[in-house]
């Protein structure tokens, strides 16, 4: 893999990983996602201790979303916004709806945690592929 292609990864990676840190900011969903989540101040806190590592296995997550996002991009002969865009939903829609869904289905969770928890990934899988487009 090229160094260029390297970075774009990084970049793309990066970009979704910001997206994050604002989604699940307190002020943003992070509060209503704790609550749905169940996740109390003591595991809040406790998970503080381990947030570098969390950290930087979320941005290697992002970066092989990206990866796969470049590839399709590459493969399908993606050149222009719309496209893009049309390949973040259609990934989001095939890959991480699916995934997501048996926080509803099998784990009792609200429907309102899927929502944010979706949502975050559609952001993100969009804003990457647009990231990925342009740095082609």
Known sequence: MLLSNVLQILFAGIVSAGIGFIWYHPRV?????MRLSEITPETAER???????NAALALL???LAAYVLSTFLSKLGTYDVR???????????GFVVPALSGIVLWEQKPVSLFLINAGYWLVSFVSMSIVLLYMI
């Not at 969903?29 to 996602?33: E, I, T």
């Not at 998970?47 to 590592?53: E, F, H, I, L, N």
């Open 29 to 33: 969903f992070g509060s209503v996602w």
């Open 83 to 93: 496209g893009a865009i049309q390949l973040g939903f259609y990934a989001w829609a």
């Open 47 to 53: 998970g503080k201790k381990k947030m570098r590592v």
């Open 61 to 63: 997550a992002s970066m």
